[in-house]
């Protein structure tokens, strides 16, 4: 009997394990359909500042003498220091979402250290900060509570101390790490060189048909301006991106995790109903052998 009592308590546990991860799927289910549709907005948003910058950085470019000049257009092909952003999530039990993120840290900061190459940290999630923490990796700048709730004026500010590094001459890159929404089932990771601005090849046919008109005395002004923008909004936009990819993720952890507790409830239910069979079985016998020794 204490066997078929400890088959029933593993029984109630995994029950009421199966419960809270159906509870936590749909509310991931019902936070993804929120994060989903601010994450399309922003994307095109991010899409067109992106295509504004390379429009007007072109135009500069053709229009002036000896071209663009400006550090945060002229690639580095040996920076000496790089800043690395990366975004986690704050909380767990999604997956492997957070350690794709990390892992790809890990990856660019052995290949750049591989060169000779100082590398800076800064990181956003309580995961990735954890993570790195834990494993003495000194972090420059962290922000928690920030990746669950993207939120304008708190991404501009961090990323500001970023932007004024690179400005100062004390980083030659800044990269962003993060894994984005793709689809509902589906994350995908980034690696982007947020600086210096990277637009491939300047496009003078297009930039002389642009509809642009810029005053020669205003266009470094309006750069530096057009930069810091582009920027703050990416990081914003990778937040938001992330929390999205987020959500996803743990909804199909919390959908595997309730099948699995589905699957080991029934395989309980099997042994429980042979153990009780077995007790039953035994039962009998024990009184069949006692009226027989009556005999």
Known sequence: ???????????????????????????????????????????????????????????????KIGGIQNRCFVQNDAPETIDIIFVTADKGLCGGFNMQTIKAVKRLMSEYKNKNVNVRIRGIGKKGIEFFTFNKVELLDEVKNLSSAPDMVRSSEFMARSIRDFNDG????????????????????????????????????????????????????????????????NMYYALIDSVAAEHSARMQAMDAATNNAKQMVKSLTVKYNKARQEA????????????ESMK
Do not use: W
Request: proline share 1%.
């Open 170 to 233: 004390i980083v030659d890159a800044v990269y962003l790490v993060y894994n984005g929404y793709k689809n509902v089932i589906t994350q995908e990771l980034h690696i982007n060189q947020i600086l210096p601005v990277s637009i491939g090849d300047f496009d003078c046919e297009s930039a002389k048909n642009t509809v642009l008109e810029l005053e020669a005395q205003d266009e470094e002004k309006m750069l530096d301006s057009l930069v810091n923008k582009y920027a703050e909004y």
């Open 1 to 63: 009997m204490a066997n078929l009592k400890e088959i029933q308590r593993q029984i109630k546990s995994v029950s009421n394990t199966q419960k809270t991860t159906r509870a936590m799927k749909l509310v991931s289910t019902a936070k993804l359909r929120r994060a989903e549709e601010l994450a399309k907005r922003s994307r095109l948003f991010a899409q067109k500042t992106n295509q504004v910058i390379a429009e007007i950085a072109s135009r500069i470019h053709c229009n």
């Open 280 to 291: 039953i079985t035994t039962e009998l016998i024990e009184i069949i052998s006692g009226v």
